[in-house]
């Protein structure tokens, strides 16, 4: 054990693989140390990842808990909890004398969030302070905790205990067998009746897979420790009004950074309370042709699922999968709880306890009511019919729609009684609208469905009642909908608004004349051109900006708003490229430092990219994190966009990010091969630039096993196979072989990687195959075994291939002095049965070698003398047996006929 192995961790500042963990919150566990700083991650939901830990200064994960690991604090004693020996960090405050807390104490919210805390990693280490409880940003873990539904997973050594393959299992709770190792096993009750304890995070070990998730403990996200492997951490000391100044501390198992991440982390942190959806902009086109939704969502908003299954699904798929229990909140109310940068809002819903993260455009907001209040029904039906499917609905109800009815009653699940004149109906919140916020264009309906019902000769005395109690009703709140009453001369913007959605461009046009001010005018923090661009009303834009309305002008409150993305959030590529005639400024910095062609690229717009070309907008501008829009283009994966952007010769593609990560290495670390060859054939001249890392494409290809990147830099690209990564020397080859990358290490061989080079320590590939470390091998686990058998197959083959069996390092060791006897005992049965293919670097030491490993150098000789003899021999045609073998083979001299002269050449040959 290296002290990592078995740490539980979550996403970091620097994580850049998308919901490959599952989301924001949940867990993983730590199961391999791997060369250069990297960390191998088994995450609960079933996904493995390689994470940074410290390589290059970066730092893709936080750890949340260490107790797993066997960290304790001998004669300490949580001063809520009464813990012995505090396992996992400690927490200590700095306001109170002798006052100790456990992780999950701490975090629970235990002794006064006000007081000030050190956070201390291990034992005898110096504490971290940290930032008050009270003003700091709090999150839920999600993943294996007691209630999560699971299945055997990766590390499964335990037979049909669990009833059979595709069982699943309820976590009752932890189960720690071991006092040393608190947290690293978890008690599973399967179907089959048989209760038994796995390994989660035991020795680096995982049993399961989650398939189903629970909530866990909430934590301080910003509290918890980078997991750094780096033999000194630099540690970020920042307090208000203070420069940031470094310490260096020394490597300790288990050592932990307590940077906090880059700054755009603490603004979202900051920023949390207060967020608006999808990136912080409007709700759909729909909704606000229905009635007048807020166009922000605050933390403690209620919300509702607006969309069925199949479309939450397909809106989930970027932002961390639908799963069974998100389903099953369609027709419930939820409270917003925060929203991440990007845009995903989190919501919990009752009475569950778990945090949900939704694409904003799965969601709408829904307004608190009480007895008395004046509701509108939506006039969307099928909408309406959709929210209402928990509750239940009837035919009758069908003529509610976009009626004006008063709540009589509100149940204790929240839901609705409303009184239609004498008629009642139970409705789902999410279902109506105050009728101060009820559409104008709710009472334009109402209007027509009367003038329909008189045109057609059919009176009916109750709906007359009714039509003239709406009509009051609406009269009664025409202020609130209106401004200033539709009977003066002026329009009140939310009127304007309404009528933009409508799609009316002379109606627009005569109110703004009447009152030209509203052409600029700023409504819920949005202008009309951008309510105009984001609904894609084309004629409505145009005959704003014929009215003067700036397509440059960004909300007072909002500098990083514009019509222009506000057009490519709604996706009207026809607009986008109006704007741009217009005059739009596509070098306006967006959210994140985004350019209009950044956005394009997000929202997969290829025509308004090639639009941006014809105006001369450069495409290499970079963002706040650096990326230009190939970069994001490349991390999205979108062929016909890179595509593009590789086609135009002005975007150039050796460009770093900040990380000074470059188009090649991005590729090669995605897996992108497509994208790759797109890049080679347009330029593969600086193939051997050391860039991010010091490595090349060739080293990030390697590190990561993506064999078909491998092949195509050195096959299409020309690339340099020996290519040195610095300051270590390492060849690609010595990487494969390093991280057993079996399949990387067979390519590269085949493509004539070089066996016998050394790296700085004088190591050779065959020095690194043998000698990493492999985990578990002492508890015989499946993966433990597999990865001894990589092993032995990589370093056979780099014996076949001429690997010095006694190179020796600059420290004077040899490849066999190193790794596990198992590894070793199948290397040595290899070389027993094909001494021939044994190679010294010292001339005549062959038989010495085979001696210090315990092989006679007698055994195998009459198989090799025969071998000799039969090279030599002409063998006859295998398939008439008449010519004889005319054609000898190099290098292994055997013998074979040449087919074509042959008697039997009519005979098709086998290729």
């Known amino acids: 054990m290296s002290g990592y192995e078995g740490l539980r961790v979550l996403r970091g500042p620097d994580w850049t693989s998308g919901d490959e963990d599952g989301g924001e919150g949940f867990i993983g566990t730590v199961t391999q140390l791997l060369g250069n700083h990297n960390v191998r991650v088994q995450w609960d939901m079933g996904q493995e990842s390689t994470c940074s830990a410290g390589h290059d200064g970066t730092f893709e994960l936080r750890v949340f808990d260490t107790a797993q690991t066997g960290i304790r604090h001998p004669d300490t004693t949580c001063a809520e909890c009464g813990e012995k020996d505090i396992h996992g960090m400690l927490w200590r405050c700095q306001d109170c004398s002798g006052c100790d807390l456990c992780f999950l104490c701490y975090s629970d919210d235990k002794h006064d969030t006000r007081h000030r805390f050190l956070r201390i990693d291990t034992l005898g280490c110096e504490g971290q302070p940290q930032t008050k409880r009270k003003t700091s940003v709090k999150v839920r873990a999600i993943g294996i905790f007691p209630g999560s539904k699971v299945v055997r997973g990766k590390d499964w050594e335990w037979g049909d205990q669990d009833g059979g393959q595709g069982s699943e299992g309820e976590v009752k709770g932890l189960d720690d067998v071991t006092s040393e190792c608190l947290r690293s096993q978890v008690s599973v009750q399967w179907p089959n009746g048989v209760t038994k304890s796995y390994r989660l995070g035991l020795h680096g070990n995982v049993d399961l897979k989650c398939v189903d998730e629970e909530v866990g403990p909430f934590f301080y996200r910003d509290h918890l420790p980078l997991l750094d492997t780096t033999e000194t951490s630099t540690v970020v000391v920042k307090k208000p009004g203070e420069s940031p100044k470094t310490e260096k501390h020394p490597k300790t198992p288990g050592h932990f950074s307590n940077t906090n991440g880059y700054e755009r982390t603490t603004e979202v942190a900051q920023a949390s309370n207060a967020i608006v959806t999808s990136e912080q902009e409007q709700t759909t086109a729909q909704e606000t042709t229905e009635a007048e939704e807020e166009l922000s969502v605050l933390v403690g908003d209620k919300v509702a699922i607006q969309v069925g299954e199949e479309t939450l699904k397909e809106l989930q798929k970027d932002c961390g999968g639908c799963t069974v229990r998100m389903m099953r909140c369609i027709g419930r109310t939820g409270e917003v709880t925060g929203v991440s940068a990007d845009g995903p809002v989190s919501v919990r819903f009752e009475p569950a306890k778990f945090n949900y993260r939704f694409n904003p455009l799965a969601l709408m907001k829904i307004a608190d009511f009480a007895v008395n209040d004046i509701v509108c029904v939506r006039s969307d039906l099928e909408l309406v019919k959709r929210l209402n499917t928990r509750v239940g609905w009837k035919s009758s109800m069908d003529r509610t729609a976009g009626m004006v009815g008063r709540v009589v009653k509100v149940d204790d699940d929240g839901d609705l009684r409303v009184d239609f004149n004498g008629l009642e109906y139970i409705y789902f919140p999410s279902c109506c609208l105050p009728a101060s916020a009820a559409s104008a264009d709710s009472l334009k309906s109402e209007k027509r469905r009367g003038n329909k019902a008189g045109a057609s000769g059919i009176h009916n005395p109750a709906d007359a009642s009714q039509a003239s109690e709406n009509l009051a009703l609406f009269r009664k709140y025409r202020e609130a909908i209106l401004g200033e009453s539709s009977r003066g001369q002026g329009y009140s913007m939310r009127a304007l608004f309404s009528v933009i959605d409508m799609g009316s461009a002379d109606k627009v046009r005569d109110m703004c004349q009447q009152d030209p001010g509203m052409v600029e005018r700023e409504y819920q923090g949005i202008t009309p051109l951008m309510y105009a661009s984001l609904t894609g009303q084309h004629d409505v834009a145009v005959t704003l900006m014929d009215l003067g309305a700036d397509v440059n002008r960004s909300p007072s409150n909002d500098s990083k708003k514009t019509p222009m993305s506000a057009v490519l959030e709604g996706g009207n590529e026809e607009l986008a490229c109006l704007l741009l005639e217009r005059g739009a400024d596509a070098t306006w910095r967006h959210g994140h430092g985004h350019t209009v062609a950044h956005l394009a690229v997000i929202r ?13 907008v450069d495409l290499n501008l970079k963002d706040d994190h650096g990326d230009t829009p190939l970069h994001l283009a490349i991390e999205a994966k979108r062929d016909h966009m890179v595509e593009t952007l590789v086609g135009f010769p002005q975007v150039d593609i050796h460009i770093g990010n900040h990380r000074d990560v470059d188009m090649i290495q991005l590729c090669c670390y995605k897996n992108y091969p497509q994208a790759l060859a797109l890049l080679l054939e347009r330029d593969c001249s600086r193939l051997e630039e050391l860039r991010h890392g ?218």
Do not use: W
Request: charged share 15%.
């Open 604 to 616: 997969n717009k290829v025509v308004t990219i090639q639009a941006l070309v014809k105006h001369g």
């Open 694 to 911: 010091h490595s090349t494409g060739l080293h990030v290809a390697a590190t990561n096993d993506h064999v078909e990147c491998v092949r195509l830099l050195v096959i299409n690209g020309g690339a340099n196979i020996h290519v040195r990564q610095m300051p270590s020397q390492l060849t690609p080859l010595h990487i494969a072989c390093l991280n057993g990358q079996m399949q990387t290490v067979e390519a590269l061989l085949e493509l004539g990687a070089e066996v016998n080079l050394m790296d700085k320590d004088g190591d050779t590939p065959l020095h690194l195959a043998i000698g990493t470390r492999v985990e578990g091998l002492d508890n015989k686990s499946e993966k433990a075994e597999l990865v001894v058998a990589c092993r032995i197959q990589i370093a056979n083959m780099l014996i076949s291939r001429g690997a010095f069996v006694d190179a020796s390092n600059h420290a004077g060791r040899s490849p066999f002095v190193f790794g596990h006897s198992q590894v070793k005992n199948g290397i040595t049965n290899f070389i027993r049965h094909n001494q021939d293919i044994v190679k010294t670097k010292k001339i005549g030491s062959t038989d010495s070698f085979l001696a210090s490993i315990g092989v006679s150098s007698t055994a195998g000789k009459g198989h090799s003398q025969l071998r000799e003899a039969l090279k030599g021999v002409g063998l006859p045609c295998g398939v008439c047996g008449n010519s004889k073998s005319d054609i000898t083979l190099q290098p292994c001299q055997h013998k074979c006929v040449y087919h074509v002269q042959c008697q039997c050449q009519q005979v098709p040959s086998v290729r």
